[in-house]
């Protein structure tokens, strides 16, 4: 009986290694995990039958899609249409302990003028200045091309205050704005953001 039990017990500490130990690093890879804001009962915004949830999951697979680099490794909060609590987001995150963070988000505003994209960092975060500096080079990806983007801006976002990797919070238009929603709905407007997150995160690795 001896022997079962310490291949069992062994295989319990390897189980657990595994998912509190942070992967082994290989310096020349970035590890990135795209967190896609809501999900499940969490519709977040919602109009005319478009849902955030569906469109930051759609956003983050064309990611995974385009990702065509070995250096590249993205990670996910969730797959397909499941609930995760912003608690277990962060535990998840900071138990992988990426280089980055990013979370996507769309926006919704009363009335249907306001539009844009809008980049977002907390001061209460341990990597505040890292998280600053890389919203500013995302924000300026954007911007040159055309899109129309934020300052900076500051929040003391939950995910953004307790993941201890730079974290940054992207909103990625105006879904209550006919021409962000356009895009944001189109394939051609998803796989636009995606391929620009990739380029950016190239950038920074
Ligand atoms: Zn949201």
């Known amino acids: 009986m001896k022997k079962p039990f310490r291949v069992l017990a062994l295989a319990a500490i390897a189980a657990s290694f595994a998912f509190t130990m942070p992967f082994k690093k290989d310096a020349k890879q970035i590890n990135v995990v795209i967190d896609a804001g809501h999900g499940a009962k969490d519709h977040g915004a919602n109009i005319d039958g478009f849902t955030e949830k569906q469109l930051t ?20 909060t969730r797959v397909e249409d499941n609930f995760v609590s912003l608690e277990d987001r962060v535990k998840a995150i900071n138990a992988l302990n990426p280089d980055l963070m990013l979370s996507l988000h769309v926006n919704y505003a009363k009335g249907d003028t306001k539009s844009g994209m809008e980049f977002f960092v907390s001061e209460q975060s341990n990597a505040y200045q890292k998280s600053a500096e890389y919203a500013e080079i995302l924000s300026d990806k954007f911007e040159n091309q055309k899109f129309k983007v934020s300052e900076v801006l500051k929040a003391p976002f939950f995910i953004l205050k307790k993941v201890n990797a730079p974290a940054v919070h992207f909103e990625m238009g105006y879904l209550s704005n006919a021409t962000d929603r356009n895009y944001l709905t189109s394939e051609k407007g998803q796989e636009q953001i995606a391929a620009t997150v990739l380029d950016f995160i190239k950038e920074i690795k």
Not at 61 to 73: A, G, T
């Open 57 to 76: 999951d759609a956003v983050a697979e064309k990611i995974s899609q385009l990702n065509n680099s070995e250096d590249v490794v993205i990670h996910f």
